[in-house]
């Protein structure tokens, strides 16, 4: 079943560690004040030792990770990093040129083992693995690397628009939620400020390198004048001085070329999207035939004379061990597809508690249609549904200040495949038929001429209208015709069908949401009115009262004000919601009210409000009073009869009763004339002026 897609983010946790806060800044400081003090050498050999576990950790880290942004901290660490080693350069540096004269010991242990066993003592060989070091770094990785994150930082900020308005389409849809919006901005941004920061750490590495060269050079140079001037034979000077030297140059290089080896793996990690070690296996050991050829080629390598046999024969028995643990081409994806249609070794086990619960829960709002409308959530085939319902849900938010909940959008094969349909609580409110290939185009009522095409009615408002091909589109917009594509269709219809139920839409939850909305401007007026005055199920009752009739309830602040001055009066929703109606009157008016400031409506005759009061009078008496059926459906035909002149003149349709009679009113016009908006007078502003363009009168009604 396609499902519109559904956005988890969970922001980064930061536990404070008082420790760490103060621990880095004393060893930044630390690594600048190694530059101008005396080390000993015993102390030199554990911040050596130190340097390079540090590099070769950072290295692993950055193989383990996963996105660039789990190891975020990386630029500022490239700069303490480099501190760190020119320190420890100028330390050894210190004590070689000091102490250099007394022998092979003078730097400290490590600089000695790598100075004469890593070489073998050796100097042309120290060097020239020290000058290959210093190419691979700078040349090769390092540039690389900086190369790679010069890209990825201007594509990251070109695409940075592209995506934000991605989240505000999810957010506006309903697929995300706002916390999880602020999230996915800010890891776009931390995203972009890394590969930036990445982009400038590549020069740290390259000066070092530099630096390395010519602390080198100082050493070998320095160190000569200074043993020579001790009194040292000029090559036992040599010796001794290119020994110290090159095992202090390898000391440093080692742990720079981790450090540019981990830069290089973190800014490509967004092509890999995994650990290294996971891509590598699955990718250059997933495809048996790539696998099964190499081998293949390496046993054909050992048959050539001359070419050594074993160690092909070996590598060739490894990978044909390898390729028969390999599954198949396209095994792979039918055990996934398997897993997600439930069946199949690799699909969950669920408990029948777990599936008995999955049953139970009903989407408050959701909208299904057949395989032929797929195309209208896929935005790549023009359909920009979830987009209009995103507009949609802010739309309401404004005109009626309510939050519509999340639209779930998914397709149900036992649907026909044209059809769709709209479900509140899992029950049905509205859905028509959508014809393939086809555009609405529906008839305005202005007497436009005829078209060629197949008639139908707007699902909407019910107006004629016909099914034309897309190719005709022009023609008919050229000729008058409103014309519509079916995403359209489906987020004007989802439109109107949440306004017609809106009250369902409010519940206690919602009613909450909105309590806290408020008190973030006012917390006095919330905490003074609710709940100690009007609990949320008497605020629940009425909020559902203003919206059945289509009155915003988006100025909380005077419907809570009101309820708390007139809870003291009366306890009865009903009567409350009447009275807080008129508090709301500016509302009202402008809701009604015509372009040119003026309210057009109809009003009774007052006979007919005589015959309504005495109606309500013996309801309440108990002697009867209800209204003859064919009285009920001759006040009803002559409100209908003037529904004409409104259409006219582009007014909302309205009638005015004195306010003892407007829920009365209401209920008479409430089927028959749902879209008929009842007011009374006191819900007019005065300075409005009102024009009565008919009356419905008794006697009409009674003929």
Known sequence: MLTAPSVNAVAPVRIPNKKSDLLVPLGIIGIILMMVLPLPAALLDLLLAFSIALAIGVFLTALFIEEALEFSAFPAFVLVATLLRLSLNVATTRLILLHGAEGHGAAGQVVEAFG?????????????????????????????????????????????????????????????????????????????????????????????????????????????????????ELGKAAETFSVLTVGDALVSQLPSLLVSAASGLVVTRSATGDQIGRAFGAQLLGRRRAVAMTAGILTVLALVPGMPAVPCLIIAGALALAVRKIPPEGAKEAAEAAAKAGTGPGAPARSSAEEIDAALSVDL?????????????????????????????????????????????????????????????????????????????????????????????????????????????????????????????????????????AHKLLGRQEVQHLLEVLARLSPKLVDDVVPSQVPIGEMLRVLRNLLKEGVSI??????????????????????????????????????????????????????????????????????????????????????????????????????????????????????????????????????????????????????
């Open 365 to 501: 709002l959701s909208v299904e249609f057949g395989y032929e409308l797929i195309w209208v959530v896929d935005p790549t085939r023009g359909g920009n549904l979830l987009e209009r319902v995103g507009a949609l849900r802010s739309q309401m938010a404004r005109e009626l200040g309510i939050v519509v909940p999340p639209v779930h959008v998914c397709d149900n094969l036992e649907l026909a495949p044209s059809n769709y349909r709209v479900l509140l609580l899992g029950n049905e409110i509205g859905g028509s038929m959508l014809r393939a290939n086809r555009v609405l185009a529906v008839d305005p009522g202005t007497g436009v001429p005829p078209l060629e095409g197949e008639k139908t009615t707007d699902p909407t408002f019910g107006m004629a209208a016909l099914w034309i091909p897309v190719r005709d589109r022009e023609m008919a917009e050229a000729l008058g015709y409103t014309v519509v594509d079916h995403p359209t269709i489906l987020a004007t219809h989802l439109g109107e069908l949440l306004r017609q139920h």
């Open 116 to 232: 004469r066993f890593v070489v073998e003592g050796n100097i042309v060989v120290g060097l020239v693995v020290f000058l290959i070091l210093v190419v691979i770094n700078f040349v090769v990785v390092t540039k690389g690397a900086g190369r790679v994150a010069e890209v990825a930082a201007r594509f990251t900020l070109d695409a940075m628009p592209g995506k934000q308005m991605a989240i505000d389409a999810d957010l506006q849809s309903g697929t995300i939620t706002a916390d999880q919006a602020r999230v996915r901005r800010r890891n776009l941004e931390r995203e972009a400020d890394f590969f930036g920061a990445m982009d400038g750490a590549s020069k740290f590495v390259h000066g070092d390198a530099v630096a390395g060269l010519l602390i080198t050079g100082i050493n070998l140079v320095g160190g000569l004048i200074i043993g020579v001037s001790a009194g040292m």
């Open 554 to 703: 988006r100025d909380m602040r005077t419907i809570v004000e009101s309820l708390g001055d007139l809870v003291a009066q009366t306890k009865d929703p009903e009567q409350l919601t009447e009275m807080v109606r008129e508090r709301l009157s500016a509302h009202i008016t402008a809701r009604v009210k015509q372009p040119n400031g003026s309210v057009a409506a109809l009003a009774l005759d007052p006979r007919l409000e005589d015959v309504l009061r005495r109606s309500l009078r013996d309801i309440a008496t108990g002697q009867g009073g209800a209204l003859d059926p064919e009285l009920l459906r001759g006040i009803t035909a002559s409100a209908e009869a003037a529904m004409p002149k409104f259409a006219a003149i582009g007014a909302p349709p309205i009638v005015i009763t004195p306010p003892d009679l407007r829920r009365y009113v209401r209920a008479i016009f409430e089927r028959k004339l749902p879209h008929l908006f009842v007011a009374s007078f006191r819900e007019i502003d005065p300075s409005t002026p009102l024009r009565v363009l008919d009356t419905v009168r008794a006697q009409q009604a009674a003929a």
